[in-house]
């Protein structure tokens, strides 16, 4: 009788390789975030986990949003000019009465939920647009998103030229809504609270919901899904719409937390989510990925771009490192679906 190999250091060479190719991008994360820790020890403290968190929870929020899409082997690369769109919604509709350059001079200050509400509407409104689409038509996710991002951005920017004081930055929030995103409870900022229970809610939803199942089974194989009775053009709108929804929340906490919105609120945020993703073991294959990954990839990807901006590293050799990352993140997603095939 073989005696099996389950010590961890008693594998075969092929076994150690398959390993090491199988993490390679965890590898690859904690060997930069170790050199951070070598050159700036000060980088292991409360404070900077505080602000990581705390950086983390939009960006959480929206990546929760665009996972459900990925699950379903698509993308969304309209998720950035929405969140601007929730953002520049939110900040005109909460200034405080004082502020000199408001955005609708006459308005009476309204409930914190009514313009959460209508950031809301406005994404779920164009995320459903970008469901449709693709569940009618059939036309590839990443054009029919591109398409909306365009259209979004140009809506965005009349919207945004609109205003009494003409296209500036949207400042001067009101107390309250400021308070709401950037306060804390019970010494733990309102931010990582919202984000802990999107948590909690999406993970309820994906995994003890009639929805989250025809989720997965329409990500994993459409045409079987459609044959065991699952509604597969319903399940895509609402996966887009849930989408909507978080982009909506996403934008609106976004704005209080930055202190302004512009049409160009936004930009690129669809790229750090889907890499977040990706890297959190959401498979462009489609049918796989968990609320853990979602929470894993978006901290590894917050922690690295903190960390490297505390050791004072260029921007532009951030991107680089960001870029390698995500190729690394998509080949290893790839090399997993043809072992699979």
Known sequence: MSIQRTNFFNKSWD???????????????????????????????????????????????????????????????????????????????????????????????????????????VCVFFSAINGWVVATFKIHPFLATMGMMITLYGILSIYFASGAPGPQPIGGHDTRYVELVTGETLRIPNLVIIAALTAVLIWVLWNKTTFGKNMYAVGGNPEAANVSGVNVTRTTILVYVLAGVMYGLGGYLEAARIGSANNGTGFGYELDAIAACVVGGISFSGGIGKVSGAVAGVLMFTIISYGMTFIGLDQYYQYIIKGIIIVVAVSLDAKKYLKKV
């Open 15 to 121: 076994e150690w390789k398959d390993f090491l190719i199988n993490n390679a991008i965890y590898i690859v994360i904690f060997s930069i975030i170790s050199i951070v820790v070598i050159r700036e020890p000060s980088f292991i403290s409360i404070p900077v986990l505080r602000n990581i968190l705390t950086q983390s929870a939009v960006r959480l929020i929206l990546a929760f949003g665009v996972a459900g899409i990925i699950i379903l082997q698509g993308t969304d690369l309209s998720l950035g000019r929405s969140v601007g769109f929730a953002a520049v919604v939110s900040a005109s509709l909460l200034q405080r009465p004082d502020y000199a350059g408001r955005f609708y001079p006459d308005m009476a200050q309204l409930p914190l939920f009514v313009p959460l509400l209508v950031a809301i509407a």
